[in-house]
């Protein structure tokens, strides 16, 4: 380790490595950044220096970050949170400065969200600022705190006692009753019939929708209950690495968010295919359907905060499926 170069890292490098880290690509960084591919290349490459260590390796379905990188993530996450949450406060005290709420929510609902909810607050001269980030471990926490104005996150009903007793209240705002499948193209699945049973048999990758409870797929505690060999998974952060990892592998994902499904008609080398409704009954009657809810602190007095909410309720469904 390289302890002047280390010092030498600046905060883009290190919301380079965040970057790459998440969506296991050089490009998607790129892309997500705005910054030329060879900049993002050089940066790793002065990261990987720094830390005397390669961080990444190279794979079929993208870059996969060892294990000394998923040691340095955690306190590289929280550097780059606690700048942005300094940022805030001067932003928030300076002088005319933006009404911000900050919103947590999973990277796959996300990019749903954040658009629709500043046309609203343009439309109505709002005027506010709205922080997006991605829902993890504490993210209810933050909103007890006023941390976060907001979370939106999946929920199958068996955390609404932990809700009641953290002061937060939530909204229904919308029911995930639908399966969809996401392969790469020219997959042997679209050569043949598609049932739960037969995606089984290829490996599986998952985004997580934020939940408190599960640490797995409703999809994979299908498979579990049903004692169908499903291979290893492997989970995402984010949609575009979701789809990343399905282009051109044999990995398939299940998924109940249509914005996943909308997405692949976007992007290359990946096909989506609406699971049978008969399909998504047997499954969900097994394991049980999940919700996407709106958590909020009955504390919060920010000004706006009402409209926020009521706004974010009014486009539910439209916004997130």
């Not at 492997?234 to 979701?242: I, Y």
Request: hydrophobic content about 40%.
């Amino acid at each position: 380790m390289d302890n002047g170069l280390l010092l030498s890292l600046d905060l883009l490098s290190i919301s380079i490595f965040i970057s790459v880290y998440e969506n296991h690509s050089v490009t998607e960084t790129a892309t997500e950044m705005g910054a030329p591919a060879p900049k993002v290349s050089r940066s790793i490459q002065r990261i990987r220096n720094a830390f005397g260590n390669e961080l990444f390796v190279r794979k079929k379905h993208g870059l996969e970050p060892n294990e000394f990188a998923d040691r340095i993530y955690p306190a590289a996450k929280n550097l780059m949170d606690s700048f942005d949450g300094i940022r805030n406060v001067l932003v928030d005290t300076a002088e005319g400065a933006a009404k911000t709420f900050n919103i947590v929510a999973p990277d796959i609902l996300a990019k749903s969200l954040l658009n629709p909810l500043l046309d609203a607050a343009d439309d109505r001269s709002k005027k506010l600022r709205l922080n997006v980030k991605a829902w993890g471990s504490g993210s209810l926490d933050d909103v007890v705190s006023g941390a976060a104005d907001f979370g939106i996150y999946s929920s199958d009903g068996s955390d609404i006692a932990n809700l009641l007793d953290k002061s937060l209240s939530h909204t229904k705002l919308a029911s995930l009753n639908s399966l969809y499948l996401a392969c790469a193209e020219g997959h042997p699945l679209l050569s043949g019939e598609i049932s739960l049973e037969t995606i089984a048999e290829y490996p599986h990758v998952w985004c997580d929708t934020g939940s408190e409870s599960r640490y797995s797929s409703k999809y994979q505690e299908y498979c579990a209950r049903k004692s169908l060999p499903l291979q290893s998974a492997m989970e995402t952060v984010s949609s575009s690495a979701l789809l990343a990892c399905i282009a051109g592998s044999e990995y398939v994902t299940v998924t109940a968010c249509s914005s996943v499904y909308e997405e692949t008609g976007k992007t290359k080398g990946v096909h989506g295919v609406r699971i049978s409704d008969v399909e998504a009954r047997n499954m969900y009657g097994l394991v049980g359907e999940q919700s996407i809810s709106l958590v909020y602190s009955t504390k919060n007095k920010k000004q706006d905060f009402l409209w926020l909410k009521q706004r974010i309720e009014q486009l539910g469904f439209e916004i997130l499926f």
